[in-house]
């Protein structure tokens, strides 16, 4: 649906400014509920369609968050508990190697940027594993358990930027968008193309806007998510957004005659 002013109707679209700590309910930093004064109610035979304007906030989402990573060096095994952070290789490199040195665990974890894969290495002849865990994308593995001798080096890559993008939705109306090929409430999906601490500064690059199935409006929930649907933390850091109003008439369609 087009978000343009020349839509044939007499109702006027406006702009709503929220800003995420001005809300009438704040659930979560990411699950808002605002109270509309001016209620947004269509006409017979119109329809509503909302657009994300623009949306404003610093990248202070945490990438890596409750990170564990376990396995065995020779038979000892370890369990490690990363510090909730945004990491670049060569930090997680150093990092992994200080919990190898604590634990004293003779193996040293180190990092390619030809090949973005990270190599784990015990003595001669040592068996290394790393068990089964979703965390081990971050370290260039798959999901599977993984086991090397002296070596164990990345069979993918390293991925520190699992969280790429926020989705939008709008919790309380039915929106007719799809994720997947399932219906979803998502109402605009924002990348995250910054790097850490960055300012994500999203501007509407589409003329498209999305229905909402609903004759009026006088509740907002807004939940801001990632992609595995996990509410995004934003570390207690203010964030703001633009949310388009349109209406638009019904259209009939007139087959002519022949």
């Known amino acids: 649906m087009p978000i343009s002013d020349n839509n044939k109707t007499i109702q006027e679209n406006k702009r709503l400014f929220f800003q995420s700590g001005k809300a009438n309910v704040t659930l979560s930093q990411s699950h808002l ?12 035979g119109h329809f509503i369609f909302l657009s994300l304007i623009d949306f404003l906030a610093p990248a202070s989402m945490f990438q890596q968050k409750n990170v564990v990573i376990s396995g065995s060096i020779g038979g000892s095994n370890f369990t490690f508990s990363i510090p ?24 040293v974890l180190s990092y390619s940027k030809i090949t973005n894969k990270f190599t784990f290495t015990a003595g001669s002849n040592v068996t290394i594993v790393l068990n089964s865990s979703s965390f081990l994308s971050h370290f260039g593995f798959t999901t599977e358990q993984h086991t090397g001798t002296t070596t164990l080096t990345s069979n993918i890559v390293v991925d520190l930027m699992p969280i ?4 939008l939705k ?19 999906k924002i990348p995250i193309d910054e790097s850490r601490y960055g300012l994500i500064n999203y501007k509407q690059h589409s003329n498209i806007a999305t229905e909402v199935l609903n004759p009026q409006l006088d509740t ?14 934003f570390n207690s850091a203010p964030y703001s957004f633009t949310i388009g109003v349109v209406y638009d008439s019904k259209q009939v369609y007139i087959p002519s005659n022949r």
């Not at 790429?164 to 989705?167: D, G, P, S, T």
């Not at 709008?170 to 605009?188: C, R």
């Open 220 to 233: 907002l929930e807004f939940i801001l998510e990632d992609d595995n649907g996990t509410e995004i933390d």
């Open 84 to 107: 909730d952070g945004t990491y670049t290789a060569t930090e997680m490199n150093s990092t992994i190697n200080n919990l190898f040195t604590t634990a004293s665990l003779t193996c």
């Open 33 to 44: 509920i605002y109270y509309l004064d001016d209620k947004i109610n269509v006409l017979p």
């Open 170 to 188: 709008l919790q309380n109306y039915s929106v007719a968008n799809n994720l997947n090929g399932q219906s979803s409430k998502i109402l605009a």
């Open 164 to 167: 790429k993008n926020i989705y």
